[in-house]
């Protein structure tokens, strides 16, 4: 008679070893990023990719298909939102995937993404493109080939490589949320360019000290949430969190003494990345219960406290009193409030307004699609790319550094990823609105720089589930609703009508921010 919990035990022991390769290799990663002389680069990409084919061998090894078969028809493991459950159903789901990609095909992607990365920076630097193009080229035809082998009955290419980011995501559902979100935001931006109140830019065109910055940063992460005892906050040329075990969270940031935006806002968004990591159940780490639901719902922690939390005016006056202490200039925490506020079309998406920054996805969406499927070709990227920002955004590239070589993502691979940044965007509005209805006074308690008490909703509500709910039940179930843009438009038009002369949302209880 088969013993399910030795079973179990067993295969969970297999995963959590997984795990320890794995978390190995991403930290190999980090340094690259952070610290690795540039020389490095060609070995660097040997180890990741050796590692890379390790793991690969683990998740597809024979022994977990033959404990998943016994685990069949074992009570505990029927029940599929439980740890138990959870488990074995999204492990059975990850272990049929991963089979169908070839190990060799593993390895050259860990390699290529090493090199894509390094010729990115360099390309960027130089604002030289055609630096880049055969990373990219050599990245896109290996993506391909993932997409092709991963593809289920009905998948296109690119929404293969979307599920791995977004569970079950289709893309034309996608264009079809994008479409309207995009008609309310263009509705949006037309009141904001009629508005008769205009923000001052004195307060972003200041120099401000990088020491300064980075005591701020460290400051603002602490205060919101993050635990700096299993975290650290380091500087790279494009921010990002990654998480190396249940207790060593590495979130990073960029600091320029001419926008100070850019490091506060990139800190409160990877703070939010690490405080969603932190959050996850400790003892499941490596498994799905350890494990985040989506990047749609991992995208919602960040830009909810960049946001929802950071972007909101009682934020700024909680931390004017910081900010002159830092800086050693006393001004109001409504100016620094409509300062981080303005809207204007913008180069960058990284310091994009709110209101404009989803745009900016909607142009990427539809060009890597374009690449993917072969519609697009690398040769012609800049220029359409320069022509959609133009058309999308209102503003044209004056170079490829602020244009197409303005984002990491595509020279790590990361085809599928950036429409994940918009779902996050509409679970977070949905989220905060939900927090605020249930906890009362969310507004009082931020000015105060209570933020405990929000930490804990979103622990209880989204965080402590792990990846046993798919995104759209952990919406459901935590917000009473399926996801919507209502939140979002109603929260952009309130904190804009703060600033501008633009309608309020119709309905004050829709969100609070």
Known sequence: MTNHGEVFNALRAHLRK??????????LEWDERTGMPVD????????????SGLV???????????????LSGWSDADAPHGDVGATVRLV???????????????????????????????ARKADDYRQFQPAL????????QAGECLADDGQTTYEALL????????ADELSRVFANLRGELVQLLDEIKGSTRQVDETLLKKQYPVDGQRSLSRTLAEAIGFDFNRGRLDETSHPFCTNLGPSDCRILTRYDSSWLPGSIFGTLHEAGHGMYEQGLPQDWYGLPPGTYASLGIHESQSRLWENLVGRSAEFWQCFAPLMQETFGENIAAEKWHASFNRVTPSLIRVEADEATYNLHIIVRFELEQALISGELS????????????????GVRPPSDADGVLQDVHWSAGLFGYFPTYTLGNLIAAQLYAAADKSLGDLNGMIARGE?????????????????????????????????????LVASLRERYSLVYDVSPPASASTTSS
């Open 378 to 393: 690398t040769d012609d990227l800049p220029a359409v790319w320069n022509e959609r920002y133009e058309n999308v955004i």
């Open 451 to 487: 933020f405990e008490p929000l930490l804990t909703w979103l622990r209880e509500n989204v965080h402590a589930h792990g990846r046993k709910y798919s995104a759209d039940e952990i919406v459901q179930n935590a917000t009473g609703r399926s996801l919507s843009a209502e939140p």
């Open 18 to 27: 997984t795990s320890l390769v794995a978390s190995a290799s991403e930290l």
């Open 40 to 51: 490095g680069r060609e070995f660097r990409a040997e180890q990741v990719a050796y590692l």
């Open 56 to 70: 690969h061998d683990m998740r597809t090894s024979p022994e977990i298909e033959s404990w998943l078969d016994q």
């Open 137 to 144: 080229d050599e990245m896109i035809s290996l993506q391909r």
């Open 163 to 170: 599920d791995q980011y977004e569970p079950d995501a289709k």
């Open 92 to 122: 059975r789901k990850d272990y049929e995937k991963q089979k169908r990609l070839p190990k060799a095909l593993v390895e050259a992607i860990a390699s290529a993404t090493v090199r894509g990365q390094g010729r990115w920076d360099a």
